[in-house]
């Protein structure tokens, strides 16, 4: 049963309470984020930081009004659109020769690039460092600790919980400060809970591994480890998409979005990053009650594989060295222009740039058929993560879902945040439950998690059997 249903239960008793007082039986498919909004006293902050593969970014709001969730703005207006617009920058880290950290994202790769041949070998630069540690947990997840080394791309080896937790820092104190600019009162770590985003397949091992680096970073310690919470990818994408009817900006589309929450339906959740599309099927029971029926990652269909493709092509309009010179001098105009291909948004009159599109795109299509075959009926797909952007994608799986299979394709709005944006939920839902659902405490983690599944599913029936009755 999905992590969820820790604060699901709470909810559960007190609606049965409420509706025995009233005189109304039953329980219905209401949502607990409705049930829970005005009735629980909220307090502090939360902020979710999300590490993925190309693009990384946070997102924090406040127990006053825990829908209005703000994530990282961007400063270039030249580079990245409208200033404060919100975003999400490169996952690239750059650290001094001797270990400490210099800067994170553009600013890494701009850095990087200007330093002359010899310097760049005595530095530590990590692009998508996610990539390359993202497979450890399956094939070491007996062996690993923080002391386990990761290459830069130079080959100079560094310990890869030293790495995560340079980038907890950075965004840590980049939360912080961005929110002190625009508020009267100031805001400390100590206000702050934090929640980690992590991939619904990475092993517990690998879970543990982000909470110690959190400690690494003073994010918490053993000492307070409530002040750190490991949130799963799929499950905070599907709490944001049921949230959005909540927003105080909710529209027609985000109820609809919402509405897919409902009783006895089942949706397949696609995370469309840059290296990898995270697949997970979900079931929704009512009652905030859903159980995850089948998960997967695929490290071969992201749209970093059409952005090579869109490279190849340059190179043979321009002449590789043009591009490799342009790249060279212009590091981060190079990121932006291939960022917002990456999303679709750059559409060139040229016959050749849609093909680029077509293996991908038909790759990914093939994959998600295969998931859908293997359950009776699945109601709807849903697409998140930075490459759900590009318009060329959601164009083709409607096409492929909607026209030919009559499956709903629904693309919530700022789809590439919505990881961020439902953990920040997460964040606020346990503290409201009063349940540390990813406590990893490596003692207990197995232990209490295995309980919380057994007591949430022996819930879920027996609420089910209530309403039949």
């Given at each position: 049963?999905?992590?969820?249903?820790?604060?699901?239960?709470?909810?559960?008793?007190?609606?049965?309470?409420?509706?025995?007082?009233?005189?109304?039986?039953?329980?219905?498919?209401?949502?607990?984020?409705?049930?829970?909004?005005?009735?629980?006293?909220?307090?502090?902050?939360?902020?979710?930081?999300?590490?993925?593969?190309?693009?990384?970014?946070?997102?924090?709001?406040?127990?006053?009004?825990?829908?209005?969730?703000?994530?990282?703005?961007?400063?270039?207006?030249?580079?990245?659109?409208?200033?404060?617009?919100?975003?999400?920058?490169?996952?690239?880290?750059?650290?001094?020769?001797?270990?400490?950290?210099?800067?994170?994202?553009?600013?890494?790769?701009?850095?990087?690039?200007?330093?002359?041949?010899?310097?760049?070998?005595?530095?530590?630069?990590?692009?998508?460092?996610?990539?390359?540690?993202?497979?450890?947990?399956?094939?070491?997840?007996?062996?690993?600790?923080?002391?386990?080394?990761?290459?830069?791309?130079?080959?100079?080896?560094?310990?890869?919980?030293?790495?995560?937790?340079?980038?907890?820092?950075?965004?840590?104190d980049k939360a912080i400060e961005e929110y002190n600019l625009f508020s009267t009162t100031d805001l400390t770590q100590d206000d702050v809970k934090w929640v980690i985003a992590v991939p619904a397949m990475w092993s517990d091992v690998a879970r543990q591994?982000?909470?110690?680096?959190?400690?690494?970073?003073?994010?918490?310690?053993?000492?307070?480890?409530?002040?750190?919470?490991?949130?799963?990818?799929?499950?905070?994408?599907?709490?944001?998409?049921?949230?959005?009817?909540?927003?105080?900006?909710?529209?027609?589309?985000?109820r609809f979005v919402s509405s897919v929450f409902q009783a006895r339906k089942r949706y397949l959740l696609a995370d469309l990053g840059g290296e990898t599309t995270d697949v997970a099927v979900y079931e929704v029971f009512g009652c905030g009650l859903m159980?995850?029926?089948?998960?997967?990652?695929?490290?071969?269909?992201?749209?970093?594989?059409?952005?090579?493709?869109?490279?190849?092509?340059?190179?043979?309009?321009?002449?590789?060295?043009?591009?490799?010179?342009?790249?060279?001098?212009?590091?981060?105009?190079?990121?932006?222009?291939?960022?917002?291909?990456?999303?679709?948004?750059?559409?060139?009159?040229?016959?050749?740039?849609?093909?680029?599109?077509?293996?991908?795109?038909?790759?990914?299509?093939?994959?998600?058929?295969?998931?859908?075959?293997?359950?009776?009926?699945?109601?709807?797909?849903?697409?998140?993560?930075?490459?759900?952007?590009?318009?060329?994608?959601?164009?083709?799986?409607?096409?492929?879902?909607?026209?030919?299979?009559?499956?709903?394709?629904?693309?919530?709005?700022?789809?590439?945040?919505?990881?961020?944006?439902?953990?920040v939920l997460l964040g606020h839902w346990q503290t409201l439950a009063g349940v540390s659902t990813f406590a990893l405490s490596k003692s207990s983690f197995k232990k209490d998690f295995t309980d919380l599944s057994r007591r949430s599913e022996e819930t879920?029936?027996?609420?089910?059997?209530?309403?039949?009755?």
């Amino acid at each position: 049963m999905s992590s969820l249903t820790a604060a699901s239960l709470t909810a559960a008793a007190e609606r049965r309470q409420r509706s025995r007082a009233r005189g109304v039986s039953g329980e219905g498919s209401e949502s607990i984020l409705e049930r829970h909004r005005s009735s629980i006293e909220r307090k502090g902050y939360v902020v979710a930081i999300d590490i993925g593969t190309a693009f990384s970014g946070y997102a924090m709001s406040s127990s006053r009004d825990i829908f209005a969730i703000y994530a990282l703005r961007a400063e270039d207006p030249f580079r990245w659109g409208v200033c404060g617009v919100e975003t999400k920058i490169p996952t690239v880290l750059l650290l001094r020769p001797d270990g400490t950290f210099h800067s994170f994202g553009q600013d890494a790769l701009t850095h990087y690039k200007d330093l002359e041949e010899d310097e760049q070998k005595k530095w530590y630069f990590f692009e998508r460092f996610r990539k390359k540690w993202y497979w450890y947990p399956f094939f070491e997840r007996f062996k690993m600790n923080l002391s386990k080394l990761i290459a830069a791309d130079n080959g100079r080896l560094f310990p890869v919980g030293t790495v995560f937790a340079h980038v907890f820092r950075y965004f840590r104190d980049k939360a912080i400060e961005e929110y002190n600019l625009f508020s009267t009162t100031d805001l400390t770590q100590d206000d702050v809970k934090w929640v980690i985003a992590v991939p619904a397949m990475w092993s517990d091992v690998a879970r543990q591994m982000m909470r110690e680096a959190a400690y690494e970073a003073g994010l918490a310690s053993e000492a307070e480890p409530d002040n750190v919470q490991i949130a799963l990818e799929p499950e905070s994408a599907s709490l944001y998409c049921e949230s959005l009817q909540y927003h105080e900006n909710a529209n027609d589309a985000d109820r609809f979005v919402s509405s897919v929450f409902q009783a006895r339906k089942r949706y397949l959740l696609a995370d469309l990053g840059g290296e990898t599309t995270d697949v997970a099927v979900y079931e929704v029971f009512g009652c905030g009650l859903m159980k995850e029926l089948y998960c997967s990652v695929d490290g071969a269909r992201g749209g970093t594989y059409v952005n090579k493709n869109y490279v190849k092509l340059l190179e043979q309009i321009f002449g590789k060295d043009v591009i490799d010179e342009y790249r060279a001098t212009y590091p981060g105009d190079w990121v932006y222009a291939i960022s917002k291909y990456f999303r679709g948004a750059l559409i060139l009159n040229h016959p050749e740039v849609a093909k680029l599109f077509d293996p991908v795109l038909t790759n990914i299509s093939d994959h998600l058929k295969r998931v859908f075959a293997m359950f009776d009926s699945i109601d709807c797909l849903i697409l998140v993560g930075g490459f759900a952007e590009c318009r060329l994608l959601q164009l083709f799986l409607r096409r492929e879902f909607e026209e030919a299979g009559g499956v709903q394709v629904i693309v919530p709005r700022q789809c590439s945040l919505a990881v961020a944006k439902g953990a920040v939920l997460l964040g606020h839902w346990q503290t409201l439950a009063g349940v540390s659902t990813f406590a990893l405490s490596k003692s207990s983690f197995k232990k209490d998690f295995t309980d919380l599944s057994r007591r949430s599913e022996e819930t879920a029936l027996a609420l089910a059997q209530k309403k039949k009755n």
